[in-house]
């Protein structure tokens, strides 16, 4: 059974300099926390210098995040690159049939291949929270007038409102202030 997820680098590895390129597009349905507007599109490129594989790629989504100020939802694009390098350890089976080549990669904190596949998803999920804008902000920013962020204000200084985070519950079940 194939899957969609794995990418097969056992023969880039048993052949260094030889190159995979892949399309991938996903809506990365793993991540609960993740809401997507557009799949996570881009490519990867692979290749084995006989010590290392190579991946590169460059991805790009719209998702929905939350603004750093008001707590309001804001569709941003979301770009990035990817740049991994991995040990290989073993020799490659085209220079000899004693041995082979695998990836090394047991220094990562969740798995990213299962013996030479890649685990695709895993990496992209992996880069892709390392990309995402740290604090997200609305078209009205720090400094312009921004009508959730002087409800939250308003609301605070009539003592309805201890900390900014429970305007989330209070919106959702009573609605805005009037």
Same mark, same amino acid.
């Given at each position: 059974?194939?899957?969609?997820?794995?990418?097969?680098?056992? %023969?880039?590895?048993?052949?260094?300099?030889?190159?995979?390129?892949? %399309?991938?597009?996903?809506?990365?349905?793993?991540?609960? %926390?993740?809401?997507?507007?557009?799949?996570?599109?881009?490519?990867?490129?692979?290749?084995?210098?006989?010590?290392?594989?190579?991946?590169?790629?460059?991805?790009?989504?719209?998702?929905?995040?939350?603004?750093?100020?008001?707590?309001?939802?804001?569709?941003?694009?979301?770009?990035?690159?990817?740049?991994?390098?991995?040990?290989?350890?073993?020799?490659?089976?085209?220079?000899?049939?004693?041995?082979?080549?695998?990836?090394?990669?047991?220094?990562?904190?969740?798995?990213?291949?299962?013996?030479?596949?890649?685990?695709?998803?895993?990496?992209?999920?992996?880069?892709?929270?390392?990309?995402?804008?740290?604090?997200?902000?609305?078209?009205?920013?720090?400094?312009?007038?921004?009508?959730?962020?002087?409800?939250?204000?308003?609301?605070?200084?009539?003592?309805?409102?201890?900390?900014?985070?429970?305007?989330?519950?209070?919106?959702?079940?009573?609605?805005?202030?009037?």
């Amino acid at each position: 059974m194939k899957r969609d997820d794995i990418l097969d680098l056992h %023969d880039v590895l048993q052949h260094p300099g030889r190159t995979i390129a892949v %399309d991938i597009s996903t809506d990365l349905p793993e991540e609960e %926390d993740l809401d997507l507007v557009t799949p996570l599109e881009g490519f990867l490129e692979a290749m084995s210098t006989g010590s290392m594989l190579l991946v590169t790629g460059e991805f790009k989504t719209r998702c929905t995040l939350e603004c750093s100020r008001c707590g309001g939802p804001i569709e941003q694009d979301v770009e990035f690159e990817i740049s991994e390098e991995f040990p290989v350890e073993g020799t490659p089976a085209s220079y000899g049939t004693d041995d082979h080549a695998r990836v090394k990669a047991d220094e990562e904190p969740y798995p990213l291949f299962e013996e030479n596949n890649l685990l695709v998803e895993n990496l992209l999920r992996q880069d892709f929270w390392i990309n995402m804008p740290m604090q997200p902000i609305c078209e009205h920013g720090w400094e312009g007038p921004c009508p959730q962020a002087a409800e939250i204000d308003a609301m605070r200084s009539r003592g309805h409102l201890d900390h900014p985070f429970d305007l989330l519950g209070k919106l959702k079940t009573e609605g805005p202030e009037e």
